[in-house]
Structure formats: C-alpha cells, structure tokens
Nanobody
Framework: QVELMESGGGSVQAGGSLTLSCAIS????????VGWFRQAPGRPREGVAD??????HYAPFAKGRFIISEDKSQNTLTLQMQNLEPEDSGTYYC??????????????????????WGPGTLVTVSS
C-alpha cells in the first residue's frame, strides 16, 4: 500500500511560479512510477508529468514550464511550475503506479493506469 500527500498549492498571478510537493509513504517494492495529474472544474483530468529512475515524461503543455523531480532519499516528489497561466488552475494530484518504469503514453490517458492517488492540492492562477 502506498500513501501520497500533496502540499504547496495556492493562489498566484499569471506568470508566477509554484512548487508542489508530494510525500510518498508505504512499500513500493522498488516499483516507482510517480507523477502528477490535474483536473479543472468541468474538465476531464489530464496528465501533467511522471518520472521513473530520473526519466521524466511531460504533457505538451508542461514542457518548458514545469519540472518534475524525485528525491528518493526523502520520498518526495516535486513539481516546479513556472510561467503559470489561468488555464493551469485546478486540483493537482500526486499519482503512483505499481510498475518499475513509466511509459511515455501513460500520462496521455485518463490516469486509470495509476494505482494510487493523493487527495489533491488546489492551484489557482489569476489573470
């Protein structure tokens, strides 16, 4: 069983930055595909980025603006977000899959391939 807990959400103006963190606990047995999804009101959830063994995958909207990283010694997943836009507003979820490696296509789906989800943290970007 794996538990995920996000932190770092908040309100920011367009063009600003936020860093989200996810505390990962529980037994992963070395299986470590972790990432972020988001969902805005009235919109389907969408993948943002995931990472395994320092190999990140990004959604097109995240490339060049967001950076995903993992500190395995601290069991922490981080999402650095820069140049935020109002369209980035939503609830951001930390996710984990019981597999050793992420596949680039996983974040293009609806998130059903990820076995564990955190409760989410809200990000609001104002124009």
């Amino acid at each position: 069983q794996v538990e995920l807990m996000e932190s770092g959400g908040g309100s920011v103006q367009a063009g600003g930055s936020l860093t989200l963190s996810c505390a990962i606990s529980g037994n992963t047995d070395g299986k470590r595909c972790v990432g972020w999804f988001r969902q805005a009101p009235g919109r389907p959830r969408e993948g943002v980025a995931d990472i395994d063994a320092d190999n990140p995958h990004y959604a097109p909207f995240a490339k060049g603006r967001f950076i995903i990283s993992e500190d395995k010694s601290q069991n922490t997943l981080t999402l650095q977000m820069q140049n935020l836009e109002p369209e980035d507003s939503g609830t951001y979820y930390c996710v984990a899959a019981e597999r050793y490696y992420c596949q680039a296509w996983m974040i293009k789906g609806d998130g059903s391939l990820y076995d564990y989800w955190g409760p989410g943290t809200l990000v609001t970007v104002s124009s």
